[in-house]
């Protein structure tokens, strides 16, 4: 039988407030990795804000372009990549990406979520009225599919050293062959 190939790189998944940009750049200095957050490719690529490219070319386009990353970075090589919120429910995304890295999930309860995004001002999604009621529905829609992540991790009542600690950990034990466990 042959070896498995050795995971190269690190996608974190999850609802938007749940850390993935602050956690992805701690994680790829941690582990010696390239840093990639999809958003910030894209827009780069647009030259606009996500909010811009809602408004100017609708929701479709952007998911389009998230795909499109997704399949660049099938070359990539030692990199922790933080996607958006919406990128692994589009387009078989979570399946391209678990082909080229370890997928993890930081998850976080509605309300904690709530807590931390509610003053934001660039998440199109987020402003409207229910922006609230959006969340807790949101959720409940993606979890089945954060949930087929390879590890999951919550990061509630966790400090971000403490996250990336668990991560980097799960990371070196997928990487030497043991299968992970979600702590
Ligand atoms: C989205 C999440 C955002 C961004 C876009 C759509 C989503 O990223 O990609 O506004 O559908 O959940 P963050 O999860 O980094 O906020």
């Known amino acids: ?11 974190l998944i999850g609802f ?9 750049k701690k994680l790829s200095r941690r582990l010696g990795f390239e840093f990639v957050d999809t958003d910030r490719l894209i827009e780069t690529r647009a030259g606009m804000k996500i909010s811009e490219i809602f408004d100017t070319h609708g929701e479709a386009h952007f998911r389009a372009m ?3 990353i997704v399949e660049e970075l099938r070359d990539a090589k030692a990199s922790v990549i933080a996607t958006g919120g919406g990128l692994v429910t589009h387009n078989s995304n979570l399946e391209r ?14 309300e904690e979520i709530w807590n931390r995004v509610r003053r ?3 998440r199109p999604l ?10 807790t529905q949101k959720l409940k829609e993606r979890m089945p599919i954060y949930r087929q992540a390879d590890v999951l991790v919550t990061t ?9 600690e668990i991560i980097a950990h799960q990371f070196e034990k997928q990487r030497r062959g043991a299968p992970s466990v979600s702590p």
């Open 1 to 11: 039988m042959s070896e498995p190939l050795p995971v190269e790189n690190l996608a």
């Open 16 to 24: 938007m407030g749940s850390g993935k940009s602050v956690i992805g």
């Open 126 to 135: 987020l402003q409207r009225p229910d922006a609230q009621e959006f969340i």
């Open 156 to 164: 509630e009542g966790r400090s971000a050293n403490a996250v990336v």
């Open 97 to 110: 990406l678990k082909s080229f890295s370890m997928v993890v999930c930081l998850c976080a309860s509605a």
């Open 66 to 68: 998230e795909s499109q």
């Open 120 to 122: 934001s001002q660039h």
